[in-house]
C-alpha cells in the first residue's frame, strides 16, 4: 500500500520575508513532528504585499531569494519534502514571477511552477485585483515526482481553469495542489466547492494551503486549507482563517479505486462545436 503523509501549512503573511520565514519555520517543524513527509505552504508565503513599490523593494531572484533559501534548508533538516506553494520572484523587466518550488529531502530543488492565470478581476463591493501589472504569467504546466506519488502543480486562481488540471492528471499526478491566498469574498462563495471538483473530475488528492485573516497590507483572505480525497471527500481542513497546520495520511491506492469506478480520464472524448440556424416554431430537432 503506497501511503503518504502530508500537511498543509495555513499563514497570515504580512509584508516581512524575515517575519514571514520564522512563521514558516515554526509551523513546517509542527508539520513534521507530526509525521509528515510532504507539507505545502501557501501562496505568497514570503509576503502579501499589495503595494507595487513595496513589493519590487523584496524581490530577489531564485537564487537570492531569503524564503527559498530557507524552505531548502528546513527540507535538509527535516528530510521532507518541501512545497513553497509560491513567493514573489525577480525576473527582470520590472515583473516578478509568482512561483511555486518543490524541495526534496536533500534540500535540492526538485521542480518550480509559475501561476499561469493572473488573477485580473473586479469584485463586488469595489475590490479589484490586476495581477498581469505585476506578475509574468507562467508558460508551462508541471509535475514532480516524490517517491510514492507524482504531484501537480497549480496556485489559486488556476482552480478556475479545470483543463489545467485535467492535463496535470492526464500527465500522472495522483496528487494536485492549489496553495492560495483566496479573497474572503471569492472564498466564501466558491473555496470549498472548486476544491472538491477538481478532486472530483480527475480522481485525484486535492492539497492546497491558504493564506488567512486580515494580513498586513489590509487586505482579507479566506483560510479554510484543505486536504480532499478522490472521492471528494474534505479529509482534513483548517479551522477558519487562522494560522495553523493539518495533516492527513493519503493512501494513493484511493486514486486508482477512484478512477477504477468513474473512468471519465480514459472516457473523454475529443469533439467540434457547430453553430446552427435555430428550430423555427413547431419545428423537430432530430
Known amino acids: 500500500m503506497r501511503e503518504l503523509v502530508v500537511a498543509a501549512i495555513q499563514m497570515r503573511s504580512g509584508v516581512s520575508p524575515e517575519v514571514n520565514i520564522e512563521a514558516m519555520e515554526a509551523l513546517v517543524r509542527e508539520a513534521a513532528s507530526r509525521g509528515a513527509r510532504y507539507v505545502q505552504t501557501p501562496e505568497m508565503t514570503g509576503a502579501v504585499?499589495?503595494?507595487r513599490a513595496?513589493?519590487?523593494?523584496?524581490?530577489?531572484?531564485?537564487a537570492d531569494d531569503p524564503v527559498l533559501k530557507a524552505a531548502s534548508s528546513l527540507a535538509a533538516e527535516l528530510g521532507i519534502y518541501l512545497h513553497v506553494g509560491s513567493t514573489a520572484i525577480d525576473v527582470g523587466h520590472d515583473m516578478a514571477a509568482n512561483r511555486g518550488v518543490v524541495f526534496g529531502p536533500d534540500g535540492a530543488s526538485l521542480a518550480h511552477y509559475d501561476k499561469i492565470h493572473m488573477f485580473d478581476?473586479?469584485?463586488d463591493n469595489g475590490e479589484s485585483w490586476r495581477e498581469s501589472s505585476v506578475y509574468k504569467p507562467g508558460e508551462a504546466a508541471c509535475t514532480v515526482d516524490l517517491d510514492v506519488a507524482r504531484l501537480g502543480m497549480g496556485i489559486c486562481y488556476d482552480i478556475r481553469f479545470p483543463h489545467l488540471f485535467r492535463d496535470l492528471a492526464l500527465a500522472g499526478a495522483d496528487i494536485l495542489t492549489?496553495?492560495?491566498a483566496f479573497t474572503r469574498q471569492t472564498g466564501e462563495a466558491h473555496w470549498h466547492v472548486l476544491q472538491r471538483a477538481r478532486a472530483i473530475e480527475n480522481g485525484a488528492f486535492m492539497i492546497s494551503a491558504a493564506q488567512g485573516g486580515v494580513h498586513e497590507d489590509g487586505r482579507e483572505t479566506y483560510g479554510h486549507s484543505l486536504i480532499i480525497d478522490p472521492w471528494g471527500r474534505v479529509v482534513a481542513e483548517a479551522d477558519g482563517d487562522e494560522p495553523g497546520v493539518i495533516v492527513a495520511t493519503l493512501s494513493l491506492d484511493e486514486v486508482k479505486a477512484a478512477r477504477a469506478k468513474i473512468p471519465n480520464l480514459k472516457n473523454a472524448r475529443s469533439y467540434r462545436i457547430e453553430t446552427g440556424e435555430p428550430a423555427k416554431a413547431g419545428e423537430r430537432v432530430a
Do not use: F, H, Y
Open 49 to 51: 504585499q499589495k503595494n
Open 54 to 62: 513595496g513589493l519590487r523593494s523584496i524581490l530577489r531572484t531564485e
Open 121 to 123: 478581476v473586479d469584485l
Open 178 to 180: 492549489a496553495p492560495a
